[in-house]
């Protein structure tokens, strides 16, 4: 029919941001026993839209729109279900209602009702594997569908964590109050470890739909600022924030237009993303500001470093090498300690490189590929191809995702012509 | 040029178990095919399929509940398209999302257009 003043196509994942916020908001009017309530109220609003606006335009406001829908329906189940309590709920939606539309109170309090969501899913007495579901659900506006398909796992898998989280926050009673004091502390740890978590599953070069990675990353990345801009924001949680915003600026590059993977030193470093380093930098900054050095520091200080550098040659090796020593203090993980292997490579050569990549394998790491593929890598630059050749094959026939098996392919190659050498 | 209708049969429980992402989508494809230069009209109908009106011989008018009430679909509404031709018409209506979320799109011809 040709309305030329209405838009084509809405704000950028509009429906996803305004379902965390506005089932947050619900989940604290009805309790976070009501979850299921809160997800339906929100579900029916969106519902709404999809019926109305294709026909009737797109409303000026459309998150108010949902909201106010949302807020209507939520006054039918109250009444419908002799909440208790009911009336305070009545009156504070009628409050609401008061309220102009685009009143930055509002927006605060939606800010602070999606804090306090944050705090409740990631709560230590649910299971790190549920807090995670349950804040991409509640949160981030992810289905159960998304969910198991970002995580590579079955959508009946997930429903059960979702179920077993909810079940767990009904039975303990768990508060959506925020905690303070010492809790404070406590709890905001629990949290950044499952922003961090999100982070990780989007960032990991697992197999996997590339699309809905890169939203569990920009979800990750959304979240972790709103704790760090929010009133109870720390140092660590700006490390955290400049960790992943330096990290995610590089994902465009990590792969060729070919789809094959490329390592961070070959990136063109044309395609890191600017606005994202750029925010990196800026908490990377702020979380200079206490005397604590968290795991987070560590690998925002790697990152920033990587990020620096104007091309592969400048790159700061032997401060990179100080941060990977000071990470593995605070977390002395064998994987931690392969990624250091190759800064030690950079400083004081593959030789000694070697030696602590064999060391690690005597210790944990037997059946990890990247492990081969590291040492495999420090002997081709030693000149010790048939070796190499033996550690790349080794590699291939552990698990790993098309393109990794593409790359290691490659490095077989290059180790039986070594002139072709990467 | 002739007019068809095109008629959107859909189950409205079919939506339930898509993602605010997913909504999102639908609620875009929609608004694109309301947009076609070929769509004349576009409405919508309640998701409640209503009663029929029925005036058996001899007797008066009775009202059922929709004729639609065994299967779980209901008439969720219509398009008016402007085509060459009916195959061109059921070529367009290919495309509708409504075919995407589990509903059917019935194609007819409007007399005298």
């Known amino acids: 029919m040709g309305e030329g003043s209405q838009p084509d196509i809405l704000l950028e994942h509009l429906f996803r941001r305004e379902a965390g916020r506005m089932v947050a908001f619900f989940a604290r009017l009805f309790g976070p026993a009501h979850l299921d309530l809160a997800e339906e109220t929100v579900q029916e609003a969106m519902l709404r839209a999809l019926q109305t606006w294709p026909y009737q335009g797109v409303p000026e406001n459309a998150a108010a729109w949902l909201f106010r829908v949302a807020r209507n329906s939520a006054i039918d189940a109250i009444r419908r279900r002799k909440m208790q309590a009911g009336e305070a709920m009545l009156a504070e939606i009628a409050r609401g209602d008061s309220i102009r539309e685009v009143d930055p109170l509002i927006e605060e309090q939606l800010r602070d009702d999606e804090l306090r969501m944050i705090f409740m899913c990631a709560h230590p007495e649910i299971s790190e594997e549920a807090s995670v579901a349950l804040s991409l659900k509640t949160v981030g506006g992810f289905s159960v569908r998304e969910i198991a398909r970002a995580f590579l796992a079955d959508e009946a898998t997930i429903a059960q964590r979702l179920v077993r989280a909810k079940r767990q926050i009904r039975e303990r009673g768990l508060s959506i109050e925020m905690p303070h004091g010492e809790e404070l502390k406590q709890r905001l740890d629990s949290v950044l470890e499952t922003i961090y978590l999100i982070f990780n599953e989007g960032y990991a070069a697992h197999e996997g739909e590339d699309l809905i990675r890169r939203d569990l990353c920009e979800e990750a990345l959304r979240l972790g600022q709103l704790v760090a801009t929010s009133s109870i924001s720390t140092p660590k949680a700006n490390a955290l924030v400049a960790m992943m915003a330096l990290q995610a600026a590089r994902l465009a590059a990590r792969v060729d237009e070919a789809g094959e993977l490329v390592l961070l030193e070959k990136q063109d470093r044309n395609r890191w993303d600017r606005e994202l380093i750029g925010l990196g930098f800026h908490h990377f900054n702020l979380s200079m500001a206490g005397d604590e050095v968290t795991e987070y520091h560590a690998q925002a200080a790697i990152a920033a470093t990587h990020a620096r550098a104007g091309d592969a040659e400048s790159i700061e090796w032997p401060w990179i090498l100080q941060f990977y020593d000071q990470l593995l203090e605070i977390n002395p993980s064998p994987v931690v300690a392969l990624n250091r292997a190759v800064a030690v490579a950079k400083v004081r050569g593959p030789e000694e490189a070697l030696a602590e990549v064999d060391h690690l394998e005597k210790r944990k790491l037997r059946d990890y590929y990247l492990l081969l593929a590291v040492r495999g890598h420090l002997l081709l630059e030693l000149g010790r191809t048939s070796e190499a050749a033996a550690n790349f094959e080794a590699a291939l026939k552990l698990p790993c995702s098309e393109p990794e098996r593409r790359f290691l392919r490659r490095k077989l190659e290059a180790c039986r012509s070594p002139s072709a050498s990467e | ?113």
């Open chain 2, 1 to 113: 040029m002739p007019l068809y209708m095109l008629l959107l049969h859909g189950d409205p429980k079919a939506w339930n178990s898509l993602s605010p992402e997913e909504m999102q989508k639908a609620t875009e494809r929609y608004m694109a095919w309301v947009k076609k230069p070929f769509t004349k009209d576009a409405k919508r109908l309640g998701d409640d399929p209503g009663k029929v009106i029925r005036k058996p011989k001899g007797s008066q008018p009775r009202t059922t509940d929709g004729p639609y009430s065994e299967t779980k679909e209901v008439l969720g509404g219509y398009y008016t398209i402007e085509a060459a031709s009916y195959d061109e018409a059921v070529n367009l209506a290919l495309e509708h999302p409504q075919l995407d979320y589990g509903g059917a799109v019935e194609v007819r011809h409007v007399y005298g257009t």
